[in-house]
């Protein structure tokens, strides 16, 4: 699988983005799909992660209520909607992939990733 993540930019804080994460590979639609961020001085975190189906989701306490996931297998697509940013969510973000099914939220169990895309916000 090889991911190629876009859509990042520069937003104030209380606006909306939405990210895009573009696949190839056969077996992406049987694989669980997860964003990740990383910001300066930081370690990567998890953000938010969906099953093969779409028909589960999960979210970091930190962007819960705020941020969705969303995929089309027909579309070979996840996508991150991001609302009502904070200075906070400023990170570069990342998508992973897992051969697998099952859900995780620690980014050593993901064997895909795509380059990040960069999201700054401004207070």
């Known amino acids: 699988v090889q991911l190629q993540a876009s859509g990042g930019g520069l937003v104030q804080a209380g606006g909306s983005l939405r990210i895009s994460c573009a696949a190839s590979g056969r077996t992406f639609s049987s694989s669980a799909v997860a964003w990740f961020r990383q910001a300066p001085g930081k370690e990567r975190e998890f953000v938010a992660v969906?099953?093969?189906?779409?028909?589960?989701?999960y979210y970091a306490d930190s962007v819960k209520g705020r941020f969705t996931i969303s995929r089309d297998n027909a579309k070979n697509t996840v996508w991150l909607q991001m609302n009502s940013l904070k200075p906070e969510d400023t990170a570069v973000y990342y998508c992973a992939a897992r051969s697998s099914k099952l859900l995780e939220t620690t980014h050593t169990q993901y064997d895909y990733w795509g380059q990040g895309t960069e999201v700054t916000v401004s207070s």
């Open positions: 969906i099953s093969w189906n779409g028909g589960n989701t």
